[in-house]
């Protein structure tokens, strides 16, 4: 670092004597910029829905290309991005001021949780290892991303270098109940509570690939928002959390319920029904029973209040017959001219 000041001084001096807007342009030339980031496979409840990507955090280091040791130009340093519609959405991204060096080779990493910092990341630079390390991580409600760009090399002259370009990663699992109910809208069917219990909490290391620590870890108690649901006999609701991802073979989620409408009891209102999380593929994408980062999961709870509720009887119908049409005897009009 203290390099990157001395050269930074040195260039000062040298451009004393011109005027303070050359000495911008300059500078502005050698700015370090952040305008090709994106996040890839967004969707509604996603991080970059809506515009609402807006900040991520960065890692930088950079040593000169003939040899030597990497130095930092970046640490978990916040970059903020302002976006614009006209023609397509597109972000401006702003970061603390940093300059390229020439002839030197430069390693980025960046992760945004759902627009937050994480105090508890770092980041390794050494060639044929450079990693992000989660520590302690705890998923539930953010939507985690991370990119990593280890190929960018300056030459003599840096007044044209590109932005960095970073593309990011969805590093957890998506998993979301769609809450559905065969009862008629003269019944109400609250949700009020859906949760389930896996691995939170862990380590993980990112190098364009990211792996999860599970073996051996506690679960802990994934909870659902469930507001929007006091009656979803007017439609489909769905929830989401972010996990990590691990198996989820033998992971059962519970869900409180209370079911009020015409026959059915007041003691017979609350209930607890039990749902498994197991996963197949089928024909889609994706691993038997293993939840893997970047997937989407979608379980469809459909509730049968008959099914749930004791002694609870619905109301069938059948067709006995129908009569016959009565035939009556053929009518021939008379046609006239007009």
């Known amino acids: 670092?203290?390099?990157s000041l001395m050269m930074l001084g040195a260039a000062a001096m040298v451009l004393a004597s011109c005027t303070q807007n050359e000495v911008m342009e300059v500078a502005e030339n050698r700015a370090i910029k952040f305008d090709n980031a994106f996040v890839g496979n967004v969707t509604k409840a996603d991080i970059a829905n809506d515009n609402s990507f807006t900040k991520f955090y960065v890692f930088g280091d950079a040593k000169l290309t003939s040899g030597g040791e990497y130095h930092d130009v970046f640490t978990n340093d916040e970059v903020t991005g302002t976006w614009t519609n006209d023609p397509t959405p597109t972000a401006t991204w702003t970061a603390k001021e940093a300059y390229w060096e020439a002839s030197s080779t430069y390693k980025f990493a960046a992760y945004s949780d759902g627009n937050n910092k994480h105090d508890k990341v770092t980041y390794s630079p050494t060639d044929g290892s450079e990693a992000l390390t989660f520590t302690e991580y705890t998923a539930g409600d953010n939507d985690l991303v991370a990119a990593?760009?280890?190929?960018?090399?300056?030459?003599?002259?840096v007044t044209s270098q590109s932005a960095v370009g970073l593309t990011f990663d969805h590093l957890l699992s998506k998993v979301q109940f769609t809450m559905q109910t065969t009862a008629g809208v003269e019944y109400t069917v609250k949700v009020n509570s859906i949760k389930f219990s896996a691995v939170q909490t862990t380590d993980a290391t990112y190098n364009g690939t990211v792996t999860w620590k599970t073996a051996g870890k506690t679960a802990a108690e994934y909870s659902y928002n469930v507001t929007g649901m006091e009656d979803i006999t007017g439609g489909a609701k769905t929830s989401v959390k972010y996990v990590i991802p691990q198996s989820c073979a033998s992971i059962t989620a519970t869900i409180a319920l209370t079911i009020s409408g015409p026959g059915i009891p007041a003691d017979k209102q609350d209930n607890t029904v039990t749902a498994s999380m197991e996963f197949s593929k089928g024909n889609g994408a994706g691993t038997d029973d293993i939840w893997e980062p970047g997937f989407s999961y979608n379980y469809i709870a459909v509730?049968?209040?008959?099914?749930?509720?004791?002694g609870l009887k619905v109301i069938e119908f059948?067709?006995?017959?129908?009569?016959?049409w009565t035939e009556t005897t053929d009518q021939t009009p008379t046609i006239n001219k007009q």
């Open 318 to 324: 059948k067709v006995d017959a129908v009569d016959g």
């Open 303 to 310: 509730i049968e209040p008959a099914k749930i509720i004791d």
């Open 148 to 157: 990593i760009n280890n190929t960018i090399a300056t030459g003599t002259d």
């Open 1 to 3: 670092m203290k390099k």
